[in-house]
């Protein structure tokens, strides 16, 4: 059975379909939902799945219904948008820097958006929403200030990936000082939101993540042939007719401001931006980028992890980037002895 078919429309367009992959962004898809159920059910005072779906439909009492609306379901929401942002943008720099160890946790945009929230909290005694600017600010800061490093007639992989590193090094100690030089208070807020926490999230960080998500989703996905082109190398992608240059750059933009707008709604949530794109090319086994797959893999597994941590350590116990932690910090290392095994490192 092939995994790729071509499907024609009376007009006589036609369109690749690769059979797999389609499967997988709906099983991913299935999953995600099924898990967001589960997790909204899931609490102090715990609610069926039934019960659940007949409230989100409008059936439900008004007990229910105030801990599923507004309680518990921008929570779920916020948990989706930041997981399938993490994943399409780590998806991105993956693709464009040409490196399957490159992620917005390695690059720095995490730290830098780190150090907008830490400003704001320690200098400044920011609200809520002055830290979420701030570390939206932050990761945008960061991530232009890496893409100006690394212009040299052109942005290559390795030296974004190489001047990325150096980055991190210098914000990760502008953190470090920020901290010390914080009172106990502010301490201990900032090293809460440095976990990464989906606890306490309401509507408001719902409709900026939605539509940004809205806007940038069907700008990267446009573009998904020409960043599949770019990856056998410059010259043949643009003897292909690829702006490489112009594609990169909008790229690049689409996935820091993914990165960094969802690191300010639920803080820096690490290694799903690295393990999203990595399991989704192994499910789909598929070259190219995988965007769409990522996208829904990185909302599964956030989701997945929140409700792994409520169900291990009761509500609001253990925020949800200690979990992702731990896991991605075990994959990271089973795939860096893969990876040496088959000599490509």
Request: glycine share 12%; with cysteine; aromatic share 4%.
């Amino acid at each position: 059975m092939k995994s790729t078919r071509v499907v024609r429309s009376p007009g006589g367009l036609s369109v690749r379909l690769d059979v797999r992959a389609a499967l997988v962004v709906v099983l991913l898809l299935l999953a995600a939902l099924a898990a967001s159920v589960v997790l909204i059910g899931t609490g102090d005072f715990p609610i069926s799945a039934g019960d659940v779906l007949k409230t989100l439909a409008g059936n439900g009492n008004a007990g229910q219904e105030f801990i599923v609306n507004e309680l518990r379901l921008p929570r779920v929401l916020v948990g989706l948008l930041v997981g399938a942002s993490l994943g399409l943008g780590g998806a991105l720099f993956q693709a464009v820097t040409r490196n399957p160890l490159s992620s917005p946790d390695v690059l720095g945009l995490g730290q830098g958006a780190t150090a907008g929230a830490l400003v704001m909290i320690v200098l400044f005694s920011g609200s809520a929403t002055e830290v979420t600017v701030g570390a939206l600010v932050g990761g945008l800061a960061t991530g232009l200030a890496i893409y100006l490093l690394a212009w040299k007639q052109g942005v290559h992989g390795y030296r974004l990936v190489l001047v990325g590193i150096g980055v991190s090094a210098i914000v990760t100690a502008v953190n470090g000082y920020l901290l010390t030089v914080s009172d106990i208070v502010d301490a201990t807020r900032a090293v809460v939101w440095m976990t990464g926490s989906l606890s306490g999230r309401d509507w408001e960080q719902v409709w900026p993540l939605l539509g940004l998500c809205a806007v940038l989703v069907p700008l990267v996905l446009v573009n998904a042939r020409g960043l599949r082109m770019m990856e056998m190398g410059d010259d043949v992608s643009g003897a292909l007719g690829v702006r490489v240059e112009r594609v990169r750059a909008l790229l690049m933009v689409a996935a820091v401001l993914l990165t960094a707008t969802a690191t300010a709604a639920a803080g820096p949530v690490s290694f799903v931006a690295l393990t999203a794109p990595q399991l989704a090319r192994r499910l789909t086994r598929s070259p190219g980028p995988n965007l769409l797959s990522s996208l829904c893999m990185g909302a599964a597994l956030l989701v997945t992890a929140d409700w792994a941590s409520q169900r291990t350590f009761g509500a609001d116990q253990l925020p949800v980037g200690v979990v992702t932690g731990v896991l991605g910090g075990v994959y990271l290392l089973w795939l860096l002895v893969t990876e040496r095994r088959a000599g490509r490192i």
